[in-house]
């Protein structure tokens, strides 16, 4: 079974840039990928997540949200009884704030210059864990 | 020429020796648009008449540049995009900027604004005052501006589907301070289609905020002369991920459709086409960017000439603003964001810039802070002043490889637009997603090079060091949005609720009959109704953009 990701932009945030390149290199390296498009409210990003039944949501925010919008995912995911998908995020996120999110149960946070390859292996580490 | 050819058939006997013996570093090389680039140029390469195709400075075809002394005579606005947290904030920051002698004001707006909501909405949760300021009322728009005299600044602000509520708040402003609309200098973004296509702050579906965009471009051309209507934006584009040759193409293609949507609603081409502006990025590849803009000028003059038939000479040129590539920055050893940020700059300048802003080194970590801000416009000073580049017009122009660069640059973006014509212009491409897949294929190849090696990025995928994050980023106190939904709720006890309530009918009325909404959206904003009641109104007769997405 292929690992399904989906790949979220949270919040007003318009730059996909980077959700897209993300997305596309975790569909070429085998994975199903569904993109949410933009502006997405943490409570429908979390229903999309389980209505697709994906292992791992991806999340990319650039406009400075992430710290009240990525935590929120995470809660809501565990309302929903569906904590058994994990969570990673990316984007302008300053250094000082990764370890609060990672608090928050973001398993990774990739800031500008990740190698795609190194978010491959995270996810696929992560999922793996899982099962 | 004889003997050049003769000289060059030698050089290349010696050339393949020495590439024999020591291989080149790479294979093959080319510019970020893939543009071939060969060993040497000569004047073999160019076959462009010089008094035709190139001409001289304030002559058609405009490319080396839109007057005949540029920066001779003023230097470029040195304009440093600015805005975070509330008005008086950023205030502060913009008189700053002033006393440290930036030429002109550019105001960023927080994402809940640019997307026309109050700070109060569910969907302002946490981007309240963070990638600029929050403005819900003219209230706000009078903190924002307060001193600062708007007869003698020039203001750009980056606002796109709301544009028209932003401006017509900037002139209730300009009326409190007592200065004649006819004296406001400045730019409106006002550029809804690259909105769809990179940037993402669109609200109203494309043909209804194309009505929008006319609106504005009719009751300006009357009332705020001096002001430019729209900066028809490839920056966004480029930081989306398009080359340089799909900036230009798909940054033309918008703006003829702009054109024909205002000659169609029975505009004179010379009554607008003077106010229109461009904004394009300045990105790494040094030749290349002079040459991109080189280019965009000269197709541009040919575009509004010969497609459209203009006759005034200010309808042909193409001014624009720059500003250097945020996408280039790396948030690892950030310092060096300044030396990226000065060759970007450099290639702004010597491209025939009107206006520049410089990124600050920390953009890739934060919203920069003053320190790093008051570099970036040194960056400026140091190459208006100390460089020489600001004393010569064009001074690359003529140069082998620049004017062969310009040519192919010119050819690519005229074969990419005729490809939109064809398909019915920009916004069917729009609709069909073909230029979100043309720029979303370039990221996704840029990004591979970069993974694969072939394009080096210092301090990311080579000469790294285990680097300490720098200290000093500037935090948007989280108070901000508490703060603003409170001003909301004083303001609307305060102010004569049946007036906002009339004028607010009013702009929904003209919504619905297709008059210019900008009388109407005036009044609502001089009875301090909000931002996001107005765009409400909008939003119930036009609807909403629903985006497509490809991956």
């Given amino acids: 079974m292929p690992i399904r990701v989906l790949i979220a932009k949270p919040g007003l945030d318009g730059h996909d840039r980077g959700a897209k390149v993300v997305a596309r290199t975790l569909r070429d390296a085998g994975m199903e990928v569904i993109y949410t498009g933009l502006r997405q409210s943490p409570a429908q990003i979390v229903e999309a997540a389980i209505q697709e039944d994906v292992d791992i949501i991806g999340l990319s925010c650039l406009s400075g949200a992430h710290n009240s919008l990525f935590p929120k995912v995470v809660s809501l995911l565990k309302e929903k009884g569906a904590e058994d998908i994990k969570v990673f995020g990316g984007g302008v996120i300053p250094d000082s704030d990764i370890p609060k999110l990672k608090e928050a149960g973001i398993v990774h946070v990739f800031t500008p210059g990740s190698s795609l390859e190194k978010i491959v292996a995270a996810v696929r580490d992560c999922v793996q864990d899982n099962e | 020429m004889s003997d050049l050819k003769e000289k060059l058939s030698k050089w290349q006997q010696q050339y393949e020796k020495v590439r024999e013996r020591f291989p080149e570093r790479k294979e093959k090389f080319t510019t970020s648009s893939e543009i071939p680039v060969e060993p040497v140029y000569t004047s073999l390469d160019n076959t462009m008449d010089e008094a035709a195709d190139l001409g001289l400075p304030g002559q058609y075809p405009y490319t080396r540049g839109i007057q005949p002394n540029m920066y001779r005579g003023r230097l470029w606005t040195m304009r440093q995009y600015a805005g975070f947290a509330s008005a008086e904030e950023s205030n502060r920051r913009y008189k700053y900027l002033l006393s440290q002698g930036q030429t002109g004001l550019s105001v960023a707006f927080d994402l809940p604004t640019q997307i026309g909501l109050d700070s109060d909405h569910q969907l302002a949760d946490g981007e309240v005052g963070k990638v600029g300021v929050a403005i819900d009322s003219l209230a706000d728009m009078e903190l924002l501006l307060a001193d600062i005299p708007l007869d003698k600044v020039s203001t750009s602000m980056t606002i796109n589907a709301p544009a028209l509520v932003l401006m017509a708040m900037y002139m209730a402003v300009a009326e409190k301070q007592d200065v004649d609309w006819s004296k406001l200098k400045g730019t409106i973004q006002n550029d809804i289609l690259k909105e769809y296509v990179a940037r993402g702050t669109y609200i109203f579906p494309p043909e209804q905020s194309l009505k929008i965009i006319t609106d504005i471009f009719a009751f300006c051309a009357d009332n705020v002369p001096n002001w430019n209507t729209i900066s028809i934006s490839g920056y966004h584009i480029r930081e989306a991920g398009a080359d340089a040759v799909q900036e230009v193409a798909f940054t033309l293609a918008n703006a003829i ?34 040459a991109k803009f080189r280019a965009a000028r000269k197709l541009w003059a040919e575009v509004m000439k010969e497609r459209f038939g203009a006759e005034n000479q200010k309808s042909l040129l193409l001014r624009f603003h720059t500003q ?169 006890q305060k102010r004569d609720t049946e007036q906002v309530n009339k004028a607010l009918e009013a702009v929904a009325a003209a919504a619905k009959t297709g008059e210019n909404l900008f009388p109407p959206v005036l009044d609502a904003v001089r009875a301090y109704a909000t931002l996001g009641e107005i765009c409400g109104e909008l939003r119930q007769v036009f609807g909403e953009y629903q985006a497509k997405e490809v991956l």
């Fill in chain 2, 324 to 492: 250097t590539a945020g996408s280039t920055l790396t948030a690892q050893q950030s310092d060096n964001n300044v030396v990226r940020v000065a060759l970007q700059a450099l290639s702004a300048v010597l491209g025939g810039t009107q206006s520049l802003h410089t990124n600050s080194r920390d953009e890739a970590l934060a919203l920069p802070s003053e320190d790093s801000v008051r570099i970036a416009l040194r960056t400026q000073q140091i190459i208006a002043h100390e460089t020489g580049s600001a004393d010569v017009v064009d001074p690359l122009g003529g140069s082998y490889y620049l004017e062969s660069l310009t040519d192919s640059i010119c050819k690519g973006a005229q074969e990419l637009i005729e490809r939109i014509d064809k398909m019915g212009g920009a916004v069917e491409a729009i609709n069909k997603g073909f230029i979100q897949q043309e720029i979303q294929d370039s990221a996704y190849k840029y990004q591979l090079s970069v993974e694969h090696k072939d394009q080096i990025v210092v301090g990311v995928n080579a000469f790294e060091t285990e680097g300490v994050p720098p200290a000093d980023l500037l935090e948007v106190d989280p108070e901000v949005q508490k703060n603003q939904s409170e001003k909301i709720k004083s303001l609307k």
């Fill in chain 2, 257 to 290: 459709c702009y054109v024909e949507h205002a000659l169609e609603a029975g505009m004179a081409v010379d009554d607008f086409a003077p106010r229109l502006s461009f904004f394009f990025n300045a990105h790494s590849n040094f030749f290349e960017e002079v």
